[in-house]
């Protein structure tokens, strides 16, 4: 029960409850009186203050208590998703992962009274996850796949620029924290962050055939045989953003989705779709019977850039950075290229020499 004591100007002077069990009334004048009663009401229903304040640090107290109603979504995301499990692995940005469903008592650990959670659950989630970093990088994944954002961190001064992201992730109870520019280095795994950081749910290859049934008229793919530094495949593909080069066949789709490879994109990965087959040369032999020219590139012989036709359907294939194309794959190609220069290096790097390409290729057929 509310009692209150206003002054001449109508406003509340003192607020205070009633200790209706212990027959105390607080005196109206000064507010003192009763609370002792009251305070200790509520310690009997809350627990020790010792508990109260280990459930404010996400300890193993209890349950953290809810934030305040008025509290904005970011100060919400500062505790949203926490809990007991986040002190299972360490600085593992997967240590709050999901626990395997409980049957009954004999799947609980006895001292932390929690479900044991299953080590090779957690191998194959981080398989299935990967994290990504960068502002830019970050509000393009947001706009074209929220759905695959399982988890993110926020540095305070970037809250600004992803207002829309946290509404959405607290919308769908995406779980999300504004932290300490420390804490994000840990969960990022970089010092490179750039303010911000998603686990998200990576992308799979598309088979050849699903890529041809939908595939343009004026279509370049690039192949990219055992190209592996994600800078380089972070460059590539930001350069076939810009070209309008939407295909990469690759070995591994999940080197596109490196959080490096993501970040050097700037946003480009979202404009790209990995490509794969049976094998990489099963791949250029289905291109192949489509329509589409094999073009290689060396950097000792091959038709000049400058004076090459090339054509509106084709896949341009470049190989590692060390060794360049394998025999085998170069042996597939229908057409070789080479880009002229000094000759006081041996060759480009194959992230320069794709933007080249691309470019030309773009500018013969856009």
Known sequence: MNDEFKGKSGKVKVMYVRDEESGQKPNPRTGKGGRPAARQEDNRRSGPRSGARNNEEGGRGGARSPAP??????????????????????????RTVSRPPVADDSQLDDAANKPVIDPEQIRRQRQEETRVYGENACQALFLSRPESIVRAWFIQSVTP???ETLRWLAANRKAYHVVEDAELTKASGTEHHGGVCFIIKKRMGMPVTEWLTKAPTK??????????????????????AHFGVKGLLVNDASLL?????????????????????ESFADGLEAFRKAGYTIVTTSSHEGTPLAKAELPAKMVLVLGQESEGLSDSAFQQGDLSLSIGGTGNVESLNVSVATGILLAEWWRQNA
């Open 161 to 163: 620029r992803f207002r």
């Open 69 to 94: 109603r008025g509290a904005s979504n970011t100060e919400r995301g500062r505790s949203f998703g926490r809990g007991d499990d986040n002190r299972s692995f360490g600085d593992s940005p997967w």
């Open 219 to 240: 279509d370049c793919v690039l192949a990219l045989e055992d190209v592996s530094n994600p800078h380089n495949l972070g460059g590539i593909m930001r350069s076939c």
């Open 257 to 277: 989705e490196s959080g490096a490879a993501v970040r050097t994109a700037e946003g480009g990965a979202e404009h790209v779709q990995a490509i794969s087959g």
